[in-house]
């Protein structure tokens, strides 16, 4: 009888050590909702520099012009797209059970990488080398739609499992700091001086 006390035992503070752990784990981490913020944002005075170097080499503004203005549509596209992102990842986590939340978590994720991938195709098109008007050199942007999804996708994940060990209030404080105003995408016009 002792032997399997002492057994359960073991077992218990394996388990608890495992469980330790996890609410150790980096759950409450939103560092790559900051990233994806930063990535997207960097991407407008690079693109704009592009539009300025051709309205320059052709000595026609409306080039920059034009092409600002195109840009600020396409930003706009996936501005609104990051806002209902972040708000609908939190719905999911607040208002389902762990397993319909992971699916109504996928769902949304790959919303975010169509949007993420059709934005990265229009800046890549649009400053390629011998792209348009054949201006030299490629504008490099850091900027990988899959590996920026699957890394927003793990956080959250992980704020879900995070969430789920709250109560209450606890949880909706948890999950509302991602729509802060730091996680907000800054205004196009703000950039695009």
């Not at 009888?1 to 218990?12: D, G």
């Not at 170097?53 to 034009?66: A, F, M, P």
């Not at 949880?171 to 196009?188: G, H, I, N, V, W």
Request: net charge positive; with cysteine; proline share 2%.
């Amino acid at each position: 009888m002792k032997r399997y006390n002492l057994l359960i035992v073991l077992l218990l503070l394996i388990f608890n050590a495992a469980t330790a752990q996890k609410k150790d784990s980096p759950a409450a981490d939103f560092s790559s909702v900051r990233e994806t913020k930063a990535k997207i944002e960097n991407t407008i005075p690079l693109v704009i520099k592009h539009l300025q170097d051709i309205s320059t080499k052709e000595g026609d503004n409306n080039i920059l012009t034009n092409g600002k203005t195109a840009l600020k549509r396409e930003y706009g596209i996936l501005e609104s797209e990051w806002y209902l992102y972040r708000g609908n990842m939190n719905n999911c986590i607040l208002n389902k059970s762990s397993k319909k939340a992971k699916k109504c978590m996928e769902y949304h994720t790959q919303y975010l990488r169509s949007t993420l991938i059709n934005y990265n195709n229009y800046i890549t098109n649009l400053t390629r080398k011998n792209g348009y008007l054949g201006v030299e050199g490629d504008t490099k942007f850091d900027f990988n739609p899959s590996e920026i999804s699957t890394k927003l996708s793990e956080a959250y994940f992980n704020a879900g499992d995070a969430a789920g060990r709250m109560k209450g209030n606890q949880k909706k404080e948890f999950m509302s700091q991602t729509m802060a105003e730091d996680y907000k995408l800054r205004p196009y016009a703000e950039m695009a001086q």
